[in-house]
């Protein structure tokens, strides 16, 4: 477990990631990471963007049923 120490950056407050962390999300400067909630109410912080993978999970399913219309309209 790591602990982060939350300070005061210019009008709002963060947390510095140690090397130790962004090298396990796999993230640089500039990079954007998430916060989530849980099931059980507890908070995890994770390098995807739920809501992009719930899109791309739509999408994958729209290109199975409608891939006859898909290969056509490629042609």
Not at 23 to 30: C, H
């Amino acid at each position: 477990m790591l602990a982060l120490k939350v300070t005061t950056v210019g009008a709002s407050v963060g947390f510095i990631l140690p090397k130790e962390a962004t090298a396990r999300l796999k993230v640089q400067k500039g990079d954007k990471v998430y916060l989530t909630e849980a099931p059980d109410g507890s908070y995890r912080l994770t390098a995807y963007n739920p809501d992009f993978e719930r899109q791309l999970r739509l999408a994958e399913a729209i290109m199975r049923q409608d891939r006859d219309l898909l290969h056509t309209l490629a042609q």
